[in-house]
């Protein structure tokens, strides 16, 4: 059974509108618990993401995977940038994203291929909020290191690292920032600053 931290009752995203549970539920905690991924759902986790939406169904979503204790882990921890490198080193597993930038079918680029990618992300998270697990989502990762210690593909971009767990006490965390952090409400902006009805700026027509 998961052990419920109460930094996770804080997280829970206080919505306007009702969304879905697991949407309220996810959140990226730097805090993880010292123990492993059961296999079956680190897989359901990647099995998520093959099942995501994409343009044409090309599916340029491409995924290394460390788990702890691992060679590639290691190697993996040592391509995050200093900040990340305390609370990151700690999660079950490690995953770099990477997007492949050509059309499979006609060799010309492929210009949403970061979308899709982050829509399959986007999938992975939600799959593993349903399995009590969390992932948390960096961009401080040095691409040109992970590019030569993984051999990524000259027509292939490394966009994120993501540390994925099960959420652990925020007292473990070395940095008195990200304590504070893993206990704060979350925020979002009122959609009214990001939705329009029209020209850029014009408030959106949606009544209640």
Same mark, same amino acid.
Request: charged share 20%; glycine share 8%; with cysteine.
């Given at each position: 059974?998961?052990?419920?931290?109460?930094?996770?009752? $804080?997280?829970?995203?206080?919505?306007?509108?009702?969304?879905?549970?697991?949407?309220?539920?996810?959140?990226?905690?730097?805090?993880?618990a010292?123990?492993?991924?059961e296999?079956a759902?680190?897989?359901?986790?990647?099995?998520? /993401?093959?099942?995501?939406a994409?343009?044409?169904?090309?599916?340029?979503?491409?995924?290394?995977?460390?788990?702890?204790?691992?060679?590639?882990?290691?190697? #993996?921890?040592?391509?995050? #940038?200093?900040?990340?490198?305390?609370?990151?080193?700690?999660?079950?597993?490690?995953?770099?994203?990477?997007a492949?930038?050509?059309? /499979?079918?006609?060799?010309?680029?492929?210009?949403?291929a970061?979308?899709?990618?982050?829509?399959?992300?986007q999938?992975? /998270?939600?799959? =593993?909020?349903?399995?009590?697990?969390?992932?948390?989502?960096?961009?401080g990762?040095?691409?040109?290191? $992970?590019?030569?210690?993984?051999?990524?593909?000259?027509?292939?971009?490394?966009?994120? =690292?993501? /540390? $994925?767990?099960?959420?652990?006490?925020?007292?473990?965390? &070395?940095?008195?920032?990200?304590?504070?952090?893993?206990?704060?409400?979350?925020?979002?902006?009122p959609?009214?600053?990001?939705?329009?009805?029209?020209?850029?700026? &014009?408030? #959106?027509?949606?009544?209640e």
């Amino acid at each position: 059974m998961t052990t419920q931290h109460a930094s996770e009752q $804080i997280k829970l995203a206080q919505s306007d509108y009702p969304i879905h549970e697991l949407i309220q539920r996810r959140w990226s905690p730097r805090a993880f618990a010292a123990r492993a991924i059961e296999s079956a759902k680190l897989l359901s986790v990647l099995e998520a /993401a093959r099942w995501s939406a994409s343009s044409s169904n090309q599916q340029p979503w491409f995924f290394i995977v460390g788990q702890r204790g691992s060679h590639t882990f290691e190697r #993996m921890v040592d391509c995050l #940038m200093e900040g990340n490198v305390s609370w990151a080193s700690k999660a079950s597993a490690l995953i770099f994203t990477v997007a492949g930038l050509k059309s /499979a079918r006609n060799d010309r680029p492929n210009r949403v291929a970061l979308y899709d990618l982050g829509q399959a992300v986007q999938n992975m /998270a939600v799959q =593993a909020t349903a399995l009590g697990l969390h992932i948390h989502q960096m961009g401080g990762i040095h691409v040109d290191k $992970i590019n030569a210690e993984f051999q990524i593909p000259p027509d292939h971009t490394v966009v994120t =690292a993501i /540390a $994925i767990g099960y959420v652990g006490d925020p007292e473990s965390l &070395e940095n008195e920032r990200h304590r504070e952090g893993e206990l704060a409400a979350r925020t979002r902006k009122p959609l009214r600053e990001f939705v329009f009805g029209g020209n850029w700026g &014009e408030e #959106m027509g949606i009544r209640e």
